[in-house]
């Protein structure tokens, strides 16, 4: 039975491979590897984002993956490639959240990279005592970023960071 299927099996595996091949080849997935900021900013949507990091303070020493994602090999890549699925799904549906946040789980990612970096600061300024419940970038938002809703590109978040009394409320 197994020669009756054989040919038509090994073929589908052949073109299978073939077409994978030449997605990865015309994505230049590689990219998508590295550490790169301009990578993240492929996406039109990551324009102000993009912009904002380039013009902060955190340009000199981070790029973008030194805060999005785990810094051990295994789950860096694992984020990566959960995160590069979750974009392109979005993309492709066209279910692309606007104004663009970070998930929970990132938001964790990202306070442990904020601690492991600036950890002597925190001890110092601190005492090692932390806000209990609270993430760095709830004050700190704007030093990674820069200014939200500031940017020339037309993808900003316009009037998204309004308070609730400043909306009339």
């Known amino acids: 039975m197994w020669k009756t299927y054989k040919l038509p099996v090994i073929t589908g595996i052949i073109l299978s ?76 549906l066209g279910h692309l959240p606007v104004p663009l946040r970070a998930k929970e789980s990132t938001k964790e990612i990202i306070q442990k990279n904020c601690l492991r970096c600036h950890q002597d600061t925190i001890e110092s300024v601190a005492d090692g005592q932390m806000d209990a419940g609270r993430y760095c970038f709830e004050c700190h938002r704007s030093i990674a970023h820069g200014e939200r809703g500031i940017s020339i590109l037309p993808f900003q978040d316009k009037g998204s960071y309004l308070s609730f009394s400043e909306e009339g409320n």
């Open 17 to 92: 491979t073939i077409v994978v091949g030449m997605l990865l080849y015309v994505s230049d997935f590689s990219v998508y590897l590295g550490d790169n900021p301009t990578t993240c900013n492929n996406c039109h949507v990551m324009d102000a984002v993009y912009e904002g990091w380039f013009h902060s303070s955190h340009r000199l020493w981070t790029t973008c993956n030194d805060c999005h994602t785990p810094h051990e090999f295994i789950p860096k890549y694992f984020v990566k490639a959960r995160s590069g699925f979750n974009h392109v799904s979005a993309f492709t």
